[in-house]
């Protein structure tokens, strides 16, 4: 584990170093999206996409003592502003379930440095009955070519025949039976991602990505999110995050790292 860790904050001093002392190699291409998309909560596609886009991208978490998991997704955007996405989260190598979202960008407000959206997500366990559905709001800032904001608010529930006695979840009154389905647990909760950009370049970001997920109540999950985006060309880049997170299943915060690669098409 230190040997990991160690490895870890290496990668992370280079990269943040050969940031600092040079670009790289400059681009000639410019930006087609308004913002950024986040790393770990990411977007079905960019704001305002157009029809044809075609996304794939991996990514992997190594939360602190705890399994290595992945997901690979596949985004498509079949008309404009109109994007769908189909997620396998997996934990050592084995699919744990099938996620499915849809994103639609709601008309501009004829405001530059505005735009927002909607997104739907519905994520169904594969080791058990438990299905998972969310709903949020998207409000995106751009204050000039280097500064911007993603904001996603909304609502999730849970429903699921296991629950948790340890880390953040409730086992008590505060979790609902579901009506519909006696046997099952169901929960609420309010879901919030705050995300801040800084465009470096048209090869480095930087951003800040801020996570919540609570009932309120007995449920909390956190995490804050440093990390650095680059573009290896137009249609790929490799995207890095080193934080802190209080997961449900944690009890407590700890270090988390976070990869993801894209590729579009």
């Known amino acids: 584990m230190r040997i990991l860790l160690f490895l870890r904050c290496n990668f992370v001093f280079c990269i943040v170093f050969l940031s600092i002392t040079t670009n790289l190699v400059a681009k000639s291409y410019q930006r087609d999206f308004f913002v950024p998309e986040p790393l ?16 794939v991208n991996s990514l992997a978490k190594f939360p602190n003592q705890k399994q290595t998991k992945y997901a690979h997704e596949i985004e498509y955007t079949f008309e404009n502003n109109h994007a769908l996405e189909l997620e396998l989260p997996m934990t050592e190598g084995k699919v744990t379930d099938l996620k499915f979202a849809y994103q639609y960008t709601l008309p501009d407000l004829n405001l530059e440095v505005y735009k927002h959206g909607l997104q739907f997500i519905s994520e169904q366990s594969i080791s058990d009955s438990s299905h998972t559905v969310s709903a949020l709001y998207l409000s995106a ?7 911007g904001v993603l904001l996603m608010n909304g609502f999730q529930r849970y429903v699921g025949v296991k629950y948790l006695e340890t880390g953040n979840f409730d086992s008590s009154h ?5 009506i519909w389905a006696p046997e099952k647990i169901r929960s609420d909760r309010y879901l919030g991602n705050f995300n801040f950009f800084y465009d470096h370049s048209e090869t480095w970001i930087y951003g800040l990505e801020i996570n919540l997920r609570t009932n309120f109540k007995k449920e909390n999950e956190f995490l804050i999110l440093p990390n650095i985006k680059y573009h290896i060309t137009e249609k790929t880049n490799f995207h890095f995050g080193l934080g802190v997170a209080n997961e449900l ?7 988390i790292s976070i990869f993801r690669f894209v590729l579009e098409i």
């Open 40 to 55: 770990y909560f990411d977007l079905v596609r960019n704001l305002g996409s157009k029809k044809g886009e075609f996304e």
């Open 141 to 147: 800032f751009r204050f000039n070519q280097s500064f």
């Open 174 to 178: 505060d979790a609902s039976i579901n």
């Open 249 to 255: 299943e944690q009890k407590q915060m700890s270090p």
